[in-house]
């Protein structure tokens, strides 16, 4: 069964710093990993999606790459803004199921 | 983008009674919907998984007794959380899935806080 795990559990950065965010998992046959964003009391925005066969996906200021024969996915957050403060979740499908699972994310906070 | 509209976004009731939450996708339609729980600073444990026309099928350890989920059309899943305890008190967040959801990734909706009292 796929075990995914998020390091750090919690980040507080000033403003302006590049940041990672880090990402495990146990099965490295994956169909695809996903980002997400979730804001306190909300639902899941998805930020990036990378698929088996790729190694990295890009959108403005996030980057997330994929290792999966470490069993490693990072976010990459460039040039950190408050309005980045949430709480980051990725995800990973595997098995013939291709449901998703999920890390217990992590806590970021972004100060002025 | 795909949209996945659900509803309600926040219910109290009273302990016994049931309530209903539902899940839409709004411009697409969803062969496969999954529901989720999620416990305060915990992350999202996956309750069930339901296809349109069959019956779901539950997680280990959850009672579909008490979670009664339908999908009875390709736009619209609902979960009954029936004789609601307090201890059922939680975020509940459905998510959907398209043909090609394996390449383009699952939408989620926006969450239903539910409260207990």
């Known amino acids: 069964k796929q075990e995914v795990t998020q390091i750090p559990a919690a980040l507080s950065v000033p403003e302006g710093e590049n940041l990672v965010l880090n990402c495990s998992f146990t099965d490295s046959a994956i169909y695809n990993l996903q980002w997400f964003r979730q804001d306190p009391g909300k639902g899941l925005t998805s930020l990036l999606l990378i698929q088996s066969s790729q190694r990295e996906q890009t959108s403005g200021r996030l980057n997330a790459s994929l290792d999966k024969s470490s069993g490693r996915s990072t976010l990459y957050i460039a040039a950190s803004q408050p309005g980045d403060s949430a709480t980051y979740l990725c995800?990973?499908?595997?098995?013939?199921?291709?449901?998703?699972?999920f890390g217990r994310g992590t806590s970021l906070i972004v100060h002025p | 983008g795909a949209v996945v509209s659900q509803h309600p976004s926040r219910v109290i009731c009273k302990s016994g009674t049931s309530v209903k939450i539902e899940c839409r996708s709004l411009?697409?339609?969803?062969?496969?919907m999954f529901w989720y729980r999620q416990f305060p600073k915990q992350s999202l444990m996956l309750m069930a998984t339901?296809?349109?026309?069959?019956?779901?099928?539950?997680e280990q350890g959850v009672e579909k007794d008490k979670f009664l989920i339908n999908h009875a059309s390709l736009t619209l899943s609902t979960l009954t959380v029936t004789s609601a305890h307090p201890e059922d008190s939680s975020f509940y967040i459905c998510?959907?899935?398209?043909?090609?959801?394996?390449?383009?990734?699952?939408?989620f909706g926006s969450g239903t806080r539910l409260t207990v009292v």
């Open positions: 998510s959907a899935g398209g043909i090609g959801e394996r390449a383009y990734g699952y939408t």
């Open positions: 411009d697409f339609q969803a062969t496969t």
């Open positions: 339901s296809n349109e026309g069959s019956k779901a099928t539950y």
């Open positions: 995800a990973s499908a595997s098995g013939g199921s291709y449901i998703p699972t």
